[in-house]
């Protein structure tokens, strides 16, 4: 089950394995961190990613060259295409950091991994709302939380989040092998979770806060 994280809980990072020097490099910068959350989605040629994000075709094949020489993507297949060879990548290593990890990172570091990850996203919901798939199942779940944490609240809300992460990804791995068992095709998803600091306060709804339509219990 693909995904694009940028912090991982001590228990997700147990099934997800931590991140090393060289994805913390190829991450660096902003096209290649993109190239490889698409990597980690499908293979793709560069002529193919230089398509999906709008970019000069020699800029992306350069970045595809770093990314594949960093060891984080490979190459899977070659094919003709227009009287030349096209090169057709997946990627090796998925880019989970630990707390202590993304803490060591420059600001400017994880503002540009987190542009990529939040435009990303809104791709995937974009397309999602283009496709009328959105609001196709009645019991997805979708909810907008403003809290008021103190420092030990913030903590533990990180917590409970990394352990979702981990349920999501012990699920999704059951999930293709039943799929795979019953020779089905399975429900394309993206799951999603934020937590940050907002601009400014914001005073809480009653009922605990929460807007947006839940999944019926």
């Given at each position: 089950?693909?995904e ?6 001590d228990?997700?990072k147990?099934?997800?394995g931590?991140v ?5 490099k ?5 096209m ?24 000069r075709?020699?800029?992306v094949s350069?970045h ?13 297949r ?7 060879i ?8 998925r880019?989970f950091?630990s ?7 420059p600001?400017s ?7 990529v ?13 283009e ?11 979708l909810?907008?939380?403003p809290?008021?944490?103190?420092e ?6 990180n917590e ?5 992460l981990?349920e999501a990804?012990?699920?999704?791995s059951q999930?293709?092998?039943r799929?795979?068992k ?8 993206r799951?999603?979770m934020?937590?940050f600091e907002?601009?400014?306060a ?10 947006g ?5």
């Amino acid at each position: 089950m693909p995904e694009w994280v940028m912090v991982a809980s001590d228990m997700a990072k147990e099934q997800a394995g931590l991140v090393d020097a060289r994805l913390a490099k190829a991450l660096s910068h902003p096209m290649r961190a993109h190239i490889l959350g698409i990597l980690n989605d499908r293979v793709a040629s560069p002529n193919e990613i230089a398509g999906m994000i709008n970019e000069r075709l020699p800029n992306v094949s350069y970045h595809v060259r770093a990314l594949h020489e960093l060891e984080c993507i490979e190459l899977v297949r070659t094919a003709q295409r227009r009287g030349a060879i096209e090169h057709y990548y997946r990627a090796l290593k998925r880019p989970f950091f630990s707390d202590r990890d993304w803490k060591r990172l420059p600001q400017s570091a994880r503002q540009a991994m987190s542009d990529v990850a939040l435009q990303m996203i809104w791709e995937d919901v974009s397309s999602a709302i283009e496709a009328d798939t959105f609001e196709r199942r009645s019991d997805r779940y979708l909810t907008r939380s403003p809290l008021v944490l103190d420092e030990r609240g913030w903590g533990e809300l990180n917590e409970v989040l990394g352990g979702v992460l981990a349920e999501a990804e012990r699920i999704g791995s059951q999930s293709v092998k039943r799929l795979a068992k019953a020779d089905e095709i399975g429900i394309p998803t993206r799951l999603v979770m934020m937590h940050f600091e907002a601009s400014e306060a914001e005073e809480p709804e009653s009922g605990g806060g929460s807007s947006g339509k839940r999944r019926k219990r």
